[in-house]
């Protein structure tokens, strides 16, 4: 079966301007979680998404939000972007949430000038 | 409050033992997970360990003191495809990952 996906793999954008990005998980998983990875920080949890509603949210300002579409497809955006924002955003998807395996994507690398 | 420390990189040799070592500390621990991420690409479940003991799949082990907030993730016969980060992630009461920065495993001939 198809793997997570993400688009757009690689982006530059400027401060101040703004990002959406956007996850297709596995066919049946119906929970995406997003994560901020940047060199020597480890994986940083944005939110999470279950059946349209988010059911978790980590430590990031509020410039930082996202959704999720009926058929599981999830978006995040980031707002107003600042240098501090490049930084690989990983999606990752199960079938509940509630299992430790999650299956991620490639991830998009955002890079903010 | 919430914590993993693991060490930052790590070399051993092609055909030899290592250890990563993991420590944690996280209200509610509801489980112990290993993802290997080489460079450029998507982290892949390892392992999970959630009660004590030693868990073994193939070359690769990993093991959980629940009393003492610590695990290992063990690598035999090591290739130098093993050579990769390896992220140790705690689970909190929430179902929520706290994830460490990550060992860099190099392995040399």
């Known amino acids: 079966k198809a793997g997570v996906t993400q688009t757009p793999r690689y982006l530059i954008k400027t401060r101040g301007q703004q990002v959406t990005l956007s996850c297709s998980p596995i066919?049946?998983?119906?929970?995406v979680s997003w994560y901020q990875q940047t060199p020597g920080q480890g994986l940083q949890f944005l939110f999470e998404y279950f059946s349209e509603t988010q059911r978790n949210k980590g430590n990031f300002p509020g410039r930082f939000s996202g959704r999720q579409f009926s058929n599981s497809r999830s978006e995040m955006n980031v707002s107003t972007l600042e240098l501090g924002d490049s930084a690989l955003y990983l999606c990752?998807?199960?079938?509940?949430?509630?299992?430790?395996?999650?299956?991620f994507g490639e991830g998009s690398r955002l890079t903010v000038l | 409050g919430q914590n993993i420390d693991q060490p930052t990189e790590m070399t051993a040799t092609e055909g030899a033992i290592v250890q990563i070592n993991c420590t944690y500390q996280?209200?509610?621990?509801?489980?112990l997970f290993w993802y290997q991420q080489h460079a450029g690409e998507a982290p892949t479940f390892l392992s999970y360990n959630v009660l004590d003991g030693l868990e073994e799949k193939g070359r690769f082990s990993s093991f959980l003191s629940r009393s003492k907030g610590y695990s290992y993730l063990l690598l035999k016969e090591l290739q130098m495809k093993d050579s990769a980060s390896y992220l140790c992630?705690?689970?909190?009461?929430?179902?929520?990952?706290?994830w460490g920065a990550g060992t860099k495993l190099i392995i040399k001939p």
């Open positions: 990752a998807s199960t079938r509940t949430g509630l299992t430790g395996e999650l299956f």
């Open positions: 996280t209200s509610g621990f509801n489980g």
């Open positions: 066919s049946g998983h119906r929970s």
């Open positions: 992630a705690s689970r909190d009461s929430n179902y929520q990952l706290i």
